[in-house]
């Protein structure tokens, strides 16, 4: 009796470890075939199914933490993005557009959200100077071009993005010069009246 009291007290404290989530409760073997050691082998089964769902649910945890981490990082990216006073975005090595802002005119007249080619987004054919830009860029080297969009002048400037040491796409950044382009096509048109003015002279 002395015996099944000592036994059934282990497997009380065993049930009561993993009960206040002590999963990693040691459950030694009992040497006597009968009820009580099945019982203990089931609680030993119960202890390893208990620590493997408690693993997984941390590393859900930790994944659903990340995962949160890195759309609050590409959230600000974004936001920081929008308030430049330039238009950024990105390409991948098959020449996809991602990280644009699309609420913003821009270059980009044809983009139809993240994944496009960059010669559709810009709804250029494929000898425009601008695409010829993207394909530099993707190729190692700086491309720089200037486009024309809706009255508006763009300068582009496309930078190959590496990785250890590698190429893994491109970034462009297209700076509006259009004030510039009006004051410089009036310098120059001045330049001619004043020239002409000078000839009548």
């Keep these: 009796m002395n ?6 007290g282990g497997l009380l404290e065993i049930a009561t470890e993993l009960a206040a989530g ?14 009580l050691a099945a019982i203990r082998a089931a609680l030993d089964t119960l ?11 941390l590393v859900m945890r930790e994944r659903a ?25 990105t390409l991948d090595l098959d020449a996809r557009v991602s990280l644009p802002d699309p609420e913003r ?4 007249a044809g983009y139809a959200g993240d994944g496009q080619l960059i010669q559709a987004a810009l709804a250029l054919k494929p000898d425009h100077p601008a695409v010829g830009a993207h394909r530099d860029a993707l190729n190692g080297a700086v491309g720089k071009c200037e486009l024309e ?26 700076v509006d010069v259009t004030e510039e382009r009006a004051a410089q096509a009036h310098r120059q048109h001045a330049q001619k009246l004043e020239s002409l ?3 009548a002279g």
């Design 3 to 8: 015996d099944l009291s000592r036994r059934i």
């Design 22 to 35: 002590n999963f990693s409760v040691e459950i030694a073997r009992d040497d006597v075939d009968d009820e």
């Design 47 to 57: 202890a390893g199914d208990l620590r493997s769902g408690a693993r997984e649910r």
């Design 65 to 89: 933490g990340l995962l949160k981490k890195v759309r609050a990082s590409e959230n600000s990216l974004r936001a920081l993005i929008s308030q430049l006073p330039v238009h950024v975005w």
């Design 105 to 108: 005119p821009g270059p980009l």
């Design 149 to 174: 969009r809706d009255g508006c002048h763009w300068q582009l400037r496309v930078t190959p993005m590496r990785e250890g040491g590698g190429i893994v796409g491109a970034v462009c950044v297209a």
């Design 197 to 199: 003015g000078l000839l």
